[in-house]
């Protein structure tokens, strides 16, 4: 039976180790005299030793005692302290330091309870990190609109604002705004979000993105809002930067000369611009699918920008209109990557059709201006058929009269010798100016090269002249007119032997004709060691009604050449050194060679 003594009893035998608190007796010498069994499972041994060793690990008196003020002055005291644990460890324990009063009205004794929070400061320490260096502003605003709290973010921002109202000290308001969402969250207790305009306490404004929301107790009641506030000026201003350049773009694709077309992962054709309505013949109304795209474009094109092959050019090709015509472009595709994958394809395309009919105007201006240059001094070659006419004449006669045979067939040599010459310039002129039209079929460039070195061996042989042909092992059929492209070769490698003749050069007496195939074009050149130009000759050869070889040239040989070179959407180049020899090169891409004439005319 528990009775008043027995309590009494194990009140003073067993509560004071029971209680669950670090609790020590310590006298005026700060020498632990008592202890209860939690605080030495808190602290450890404590026989004869001071306190300051026991909590602190020190052997001199804390700076701050809170012991030595409570014997002084007699007043309880509770602070937050930290010390070592039994282990060594640091710890966080709050201490409630209480006098022990006699009769006398003396202290001679302290209690001192000590609680370990040692987890709990750790983790208050965490949630004030967590609010202090969050990378946005938090607030705290009680029902009064007063700022109670705030993370190291505003006070950075706005500087110390706490007990201020929040209108006052983020907009400089004197009453609340109406859009405050403090407001709404504490009138209805849900979560509000809106935009804010805010002064920083460098002056400027910021937008923020403020969100609200109630800090309930356990019973559901709230005092006060915490507002989670993000600076999204930069955002916004990002958003404009952004506005302006799709603007800007968008702008540029709509007034683009050249067709812009742009395909998205799901392949559907999200950029198809007016130029490139316009090259493919499309009503604007009609919407383009990636297949009908890719029955217009040259086959495997897409596929070839689809699978990230770097940039697909194509300099000159053909794209097929709606109507099923033709359109000579310019062809060009990327793959679109964002960040290594892979979001789309970009297409760019430039009607060729403009730039062709100038060429070809182009051509025909050249073509007539060569003939004008060559009725300039075409009296001149006149002159000069005149006079050799009249030679023969006046030969002829006074043998005629004076009854030499001799006389007579020297003048009768200088008439058909001229007369010859007269029926030659004419039809080269003739030939030249009236821009007959090529007639093209396939053929083997290289047979066509052979027929002109095998015309001229004999000739070359006759003059110690070395005449060769190198060629490909096999070029495939090109369509050219091989009767033009052998009167080409004809001018060129007659040249190159007469230059070799009249070269000073001992050694100089090679001519070689080479064929082959580079970057899709077939390419002739004609080399010679001869006799070589000079800066002035190179200028006029093909510009002029120009010869090198007085009475035996018309001067129109180059033109013909260039004149059929450009017909077969070639080029022709010339290198040449005084003394060195002379090197013409024609170039005709395959993609730019004419039509075999049958398909024209069908």
Request: glycine share 8%; with cysteine.
């Amino acid at each position: 039976m528990v009775t008043p003594t027995n309590i009494d009893d194990w009140i003073k035998n067993n509560l004071f180790h029971v209680i669950p608190m670090a609790i020590a007796v310590i006298n005026q010498n700060f020498e632990i005299v008592f202890a209860n069994k939690t605080f030495e499972k808190m602290f450890g041994r404590w026989e004869k030793k001071k306190c300051h060793v026991v909590y602190k690990n020190k052997d001199v008196h804390c700076v701050d005692c809170k012991g030595v003020k409570v014997f002084k002055d007699g007043v309880a005291r509770v602070s937050e302290e930290l010390g070592y644990n039994k282990q060594d460890r640091i710890t966080h324990y709050l201490q409630h330091t209480i006098p022990v009063i006699d009769e006398n009205g003396d202290i001679p004794f302290l209690v001192e309870m000590s609680l370990d929070i040692t987890e709990t400061a750790q983790i208050r320490k965490e949630y004030q990190l967590l609010f202090d260096q969050v990378p946005c502003s938090i607030l705290l605003i009680d029902r009064n609109f007063r700022i109670v709290k705030t993370n190291q973010k505003v006070e950075n921002t706005f500087g110390n604002i706490i007990g201020q109202n929040c209108y006052v000290a983020l907009k400089g308001y004197d009453t609340e705004c109406q859009e405050c969402t403090s407001g709404q969250t504490f009138r209805d207790g849900k979560m509000h979000s809106g935009n804010h305009v805010w002064k920083t306490r460098s002056g400027k404004r910021r937008e923020f993105l403020v969100s609200t929301v109630p800090l309930r107790h356990e019973d559901g009641h709230f005092d006060l809002v915490m507002e989670v506030a993000i600076d999204i000026s930069q955002t916004l201003k990002l958003e404009d930067d952004l506005k302006i350049a799709n603007s800007f773009m968008e702008s540029l694709i709509a007034t683009s000369i050249d067709g812009i077309i742009a395909v998205d992962m799901g392949e559907e054709v999200t950029i198809f611009n007016q130029a490139a309505r316009k090259i493919f013949q499309i009503e604007d109304h009609e919407k383009i699918t990636k297949e009908k795209l890719a029955s217009m474009l040259p086959k495997n094109f897409l596929a070839q920008v689809s699978a990230g092959l770097g940039h697909v050019y194509l300099p000159e090709t053909e794209v097929i209109t709606m109507e099923g015509g033709k359109i000579p472009v310019r062809l060009a595709g990327v793959q679109i990557q964002i960040k290594g994958k892979q979001s789309g394809m970009a297409i760019s395309i430039q009607n060729l059709s403009e730039i062709r009919r100038l060429e070809h105007e182009k051509l025909e201006a050249e073509r007539l201006a060569a003939v004008g240059q060559t009725v300039a001094g075409l009296a001149h070659g006149v002159k000069n058929l005149i006079t050799g006419l009249e030679g023969g004449m006046y030969m002829l006669n006074s043998g005629i009269e004076k009854g030499k045979t001799d006389r007579i067939g020297q003048g009768m040599e200088m008439l058909n010798r001229n007369i010859h010459r007269v029926s030659t310039f004419v039809q080269e002129f003739l030939s030249f100016s009236k821009g007959r039209k090529i007639k093209a079929e396939n053929c083997d460039p290289v047979q066509t090269a052979d027929e002109v070195v095998t015309m001229y061996s004999a000739k070359a042989n006759e003059s110690g002249i070395k005449l060769l042909h190198e060629y490909d092992s096999y070029i495939a059929p090109a369509c050219i007119d091989s009767e033009s492209m052998h009167e080409c070769l004809t001018n060129l490698v007659g040249n190159a032997i007469d230059a070799c003749r009249m070269s000073d050069n001992k050694n100089g007496k090679n001519v070689l004709l080479k064929t082959f195939e580079k970057d899709n074009a077939i390419i002739y050149e004609v080399i010679d060691d001869g006799c070589g130009m000079d800066y002035e000759i190179k200028n006029r050869v093909f510009t002029n009604f120009f010869t090198t070889k007085g009475l035996g040239g018309t001067g129109l040989g180059l033109l013909i050449t260039r004149k059929i070179i450009q017909e077969h959407g070639g080029k022709i180049e010339l290198e040449s050194e005084p003394g060195k020899g002379t090197t013409f090169r024609i170039t005709l891409p395959r993609n730019r060679l004419p039509v075999p004439t049958c398909t024209e005319e069908s």
